[in-house]
């Protein structure tokens, strides 16, 4: 299905008809339909929202580059025009830095009524010295070789190193969504995970390299009401990588929030 929200088009699908709704957050440069075995864990008790950002999936793009505020901002008016007041927010990824970001406000329009984060972002590594050298060499680099001189002199020597340069997310993005994921990826969101007042589960791969395992403890120690469970053996995509025991800790989770009402 298809809505417009502030002048974009959005893909969107609902599966499962509960009282209570969930809606599932992607991870950066996903669509949204791979997480349609997160929204089969529950979608028989919840009314589960799949849907893609823009720039994402089926979805319009942005048409300025937009911070990680941004896509909190027209997310609210997502639920909005979807007509939710309340719902669980579940985040992979990137999604877990609009979560983080929402759940921190005083008010975003709706009802966070719980969290789950799945390998979430929002904690930048530390750097060490090696790795600050690297990023200076790289601007350095970068300023030279955009003097059109120099690369009149050695174009394919330049475009060679400029094409290496950058994660396989930023190999892939367009122009417009590489600006967004160079201001995502800049920002620490650990400050804000001590003001997340819902009750959060964090679920995370042991062997996730992107947003490794230590994050996923911090955020457990940061968050006042987390808890941590840790899948053996499983990456960034945790879900994808050993589902069974991913649907597990789900069920279980939310079988508890159905009992109570939450």
Known sequence: MNIEVDGY??????????????????????NCEIYDSVANTINDTYRVIQFDLPGFGASDEPREPWSVDDYADFFCKFMEALGIGRAVLIGHS???????????????????ARIVLIDSAGI??????KKRMKIKKYKVLKKLFNIKLVYALFPELIDAWRSQQGSED????????RQCMVMAVNEDLEHLLPKMKQDTLLIWGDRDTATPIADGRAMEEKIPNAGLAVIQGAGHFSFLDNPGVFRNIMRVYFQIGVKDGS
């Open 94 to 112: 990137y999604g877990g830095r609009m979560i983080i970001k929402l759940a921190a406000r005083k008010d975003c329009g709706f009802e966070i």
């Open 124 to 129: 930048m590594p530390k750097r060490s010295f």
């Open 170 to 177: 930023y190999k892939n993005a367009t122009p417009m969504m």
């Open 9 to 30: 088009n959005i893909f969107y699908k609902v599966t499962g008809e509960g009282e209570q709704t969930a809606v599932i957050l992607q991870g950066w440069g996903t």
